[in-house]
Each structure stands twice: as structure tokens, then as C-alpha cells.
């Protein structure tokens, strides 16, 4: 969309507000516009988009707002805007000392900076990325690729149609769209069109989920008549996956200690078809509801709550908002309840462990402290259980997805199973 004057002003306002990081940038986003309801769709992506490419960049676009006219979060604005929208769709609605300074930034080439201004990493982080590659270079890799939007990933629903009929539908509908490289069912969207008001959409051919989340629900694998639970369902992404494997058979329990997200997966339920999701609210993973269940369940997923550092490309706001001392409160929580899902798997049950997370003490610390705690658990070799999908992507004893690697986000998961 064309680019207008009065929104260089509410960027600017938003952005102020966000990088209080009181809470998480989504939510001040949409705060501010409930609060701006005269603003189009077009013009919230404008804005939301520039704030966010700050959010991604910060410390590289901090190093060049140090000098220009105007106050600094003005600055910032503008290079959002610049990163978003382009030098020329500013160039009337800036003064031309601003003008001027847009020019010479556009022109520093960054390999001229700072290695740590360029990774836009805080230190601590690329102190615990930094031994987990082989290579020097491919942690500059992964900071280039997070710092820029993800795509826009779909799963077809095969409840309602198979792959091919929903890139058809999108294709009728001016959509640009291609199979994802790795999951059966995924779906890669070109840009970010609304998808909500489509047929394919309302009729339940399609669901929005990352293609990284819908490997982690291939290693679940579960079969026709079992007995599953998704042990931190939230909204129900993976639920709803799972169900689909299921073909709709057995029973899936969706497990959640929020009414909130709970609740906003039964309209998803609803357009998806299933009948054999059963969402439970728990008021912790020692819930009694879950004791009734131990020892009965074939197959468990735990997507841990985690510092949800590997989607920095959609959440940027967390690598300023997250903390050494907010992983260390994390890990006990994650293996705690590792532990009490590890309960409901019967024997020769199969556990999943996953986040997304891309840190060692959220994914391989806390599987190690679990099978040393656990030792009628062993490990199965997540290479072992895609090949037995038919998905061909090399991976080792873990599921470890990398946005530079792989185009999804981070992800980890183990697969995990009781001994009979």
C-alpha cells in the first residue's frame, strides 16, 4: 500500500511503547491498534511491520540512529519504515536533513559494522549459541536469518482435502503458494494474505502452523484407535494434527492449564471436522485428571513452555526480554513436567519432548536429566522414526530445526519410549 505521512507518527508512538518490553510486543501491537480502530488493515501492516524489523535489528539500526536529526526513536522508526516500505515511498514525508541521513545509512554496507552489532544478539545468547556449531560463520548465518519474518506456513487438513486441492484453492484465489521441503501435508504461502475470509479456510481444508511444528507432531506418529495426549496443548495447533493422523479415530485429550487458550481452539475444532479431541483443563501438570490416566496412554507429546528463543523471526521482542536467569527458572519447570507426562505413557508408549527453544539447557540438558532420572526410558533416534514417515531430512538422536538450516523456526524434540 502507498505509504502516508501520519504513519511515521504512530510507528514512532508504537515503537516507543514496545521498547518499554512491559510485555510482549504482540500484545502492545494489538493494544495499539484496539485503541486505533480508523487504522486499515494495510496501515497496521505498515506499521507493525516496521516496529517489528526494529525489534529484529535493533542493535544494528541503535549503531546507525546514533547520529541524523530528529530524537532517536524517530530514527529507528524511520529505518523501520526504510526496511519495510523503502527509501522512496519516505522521501515525501521526511525533511530533507532526514532525507539526507536515510541516504547515507542506506549506503553503509553492513559488513562494515561490529560483528555483535551485525548478529543483533545480546551476549549472552551468542555465548550459549556459540558451542553449539562446528563452524564460527554459522552463527552469523542464523542471526542473518532471524532477522527477517518467517513465512507463512499451512497444513492441509486430509480430513477435508489433500495437499493438492488446497494449493489449488489458494491458486484460484490470486494466492501464490508451494509445498513445503519436509512435512507431507505443509503448505509455503508467498507474503502474507488473509486467509480467514477463504472457503478452503472457513471449511476447514486448511490450518496455519509452521512446518517445523508439524514435524514435531511426525515423530508423535500416532496410529488409528490409540489412546493420545497433547500434554501442553495451548490453542491446539498440534492437536489438531494429531487428530488428523488419527483419522479422527480413538481418543486425543488436549491438556492446558489456560481456559483462555483452550478456548481458542474450539472454533478451530469445530471447522476441522474431528470427533476424537477432548480438551481438559488442568490446573497443573499434577492435576488429578492426569494420575487417572497413568500408565494408559500410547503416545504423549510435551511442547514445553520454553523461552521460545527458536521464533525470534516472529517474536523478536523475546531476545530483549528474555534473561540467563529466566532460562535457569525455566528448566526445572520443563523436566517437572517431562516427569508427571512421562507418568501416563504405558509400556512400550512412546513420549515426545519438545520446544521451541534452541538453547542446550532447555532440549538435550533437560532429555539427559530425565533419562538419568528414568531409566526405564530409552531414546530413540529421531533420524530412525522420520525415515520410518517417509520424511527425508537428516537429522541425528534429536529433531533439531534451524531457521538457516531449514526455513522453519527452531525447533527441538526427542523421542522418548517406555521400555515393554
Not at 505521512?5 to 508512538?13: D, K, S, Y
Not at 484407535?225 to 492437536?239: S, W
Not at 530445526?401 to 521400555?419: K, M, N, Q, Y
Request: proline share 6%; charged share 25%.
Amino acid at each position: 500500500m502507498r505509504l502516508h505521512g501520519f504513519l511515521i507518527g504512530q510507528t514512532e508512538t508504537l515503537l516507543a511503547d514496545v521498547l518499554k518490553f512491559t510485555g510482549p510486543a504482540d500484545a502492545t501491537t494489538s493494544r495499539f491498534f484496539r485503541a486505533h480502530p480508523k487504522l486499515g488493515h494495510g496501515e497496521r501492516g505498515v506499521i507493525a511491520e516496521a516496529v517489528f524489523a526494529v525489534l529484529r535489528r535493533r542493535m544494528e539500526f541503535a549503531h546507525l540512529a546514533e547520529s541524523g536529526t530528529g530524537s532517536p526513536n524517530r530514527r529507528l522508526a524511520l529505518l523501520g519504515l526504510m526496511q519495510t516500505a523503502g527509501r522512496t515511498a519516505l522521501k515525501p514525508f521526511v525533511s530533507d536533513a532526514e532525507g539526507a541521513w536515510l541516504e547515507h545509512v542506506s549506503k553503509v554496507d553492513p559488513q562494515s559494522l561490529p560483528l555483535r552489532t551485525r548478529l543483533n544478539l545480546p551476549d549472552w545468547i551468542c555465548q550459549a549459541l556459540g558451542t553449539r556449531f562446528v563452524e564460527a560463520e554459522e552463527l552469523s548465518r542464523l542471526a542473518a536469518a532471524l532477522n527477517y519474518p518467517a513465512p507463512l506456513d499451512l497444513r492441509a487438513n486430509p480430513i477435508k482435502a489433500s495437499r493438492d486441492e488446497v494449493l489449488d484453492a489458494l491458486s484460484r484465489a490470486g494466492i501464490e503458494a508451494g509445498a513445503t521441503p519436509y512435512a507431507p501435508l505443509g503448505v509455503r504461502v508467498v507474503g502474507k494474505p488473509p486467509l480467514s475470509k477463504l472457503d478452503a479456510f472457513q471449511n476447514g481444508w486448511l490450518e496455519v502452523q509452521d512446518e517445523g511444528s508439524q514435524l514435531l507432531c511426525a515423530l508423535v506418529a500416532p496410529k488409528r484407535g490409540e489412546m493420545v495426549v497433547d500434554f501442553c496443548a495451548g490453542a491446539g495447533g498440534k492437536t489438531l494434527a494429531l487428530g488428523a493422523m488419527m483419522r479422527s479415530t480413538g481418543r486425543l485429550y488436549a491438556f492446558d492449564i489456560s481456559d483462555r487458550r483452550l478456548a481458542k481452539l474450539k472454533p478451530r475444532l469445530a471447522r476441522s471436522g474431528l470427533s476424537n479431541v477432548n480438551p481438559v483443563l488442568i490446573d497443573s501438570e499434577h492435576d488429578a485428571k492426569i494420575k487417572r490416566l497413568a500408565g494408559k496412554i500410547d503416545r504423549v507429546l510435551v511442547d514445553a513452555p520454553c523461552s521460545g528463543l527458536g521464533t525470534l523471526r516472529r517474536n523478536p521482542d523475546l531476545k530483549w526480554r528474555q534473561s540467563p536467569e529466566s532460562i535457569a527458572e525455566l528448566t526445572p519447570k520443563q523436566l517437572s513436567i517431562l516427569t508427571s507426562a512421562a507418568r501416563l505413557v504405558k509400556k512400550g508408549g512412546r513420549l515426545v519432548y519438545a520446544t521451541c527453544s534452541i538453547l542446550e539447557a532447555e532440549n538435550e540438558g533437560v532429555v539427559r536429566q530425565f533419562l538419568a532420572d528414568h531409566p526405564d526410558f530409552e531414546l530413540v533416534p529421531a533420524r530412525d522414526v522420520l525415515a520410518e514417515q517417509r520424511i527425508d531430512l537428516d537429522m541425528g538422536d534429536f529433531l533439531s530445526l534451524w531457521p538457516h538450516r531449514h526455513s522453519t523456526d527452531g525447533f527441538f524434540a526427542a523421542v522418548l519410549e517406555r521400555r515393554g
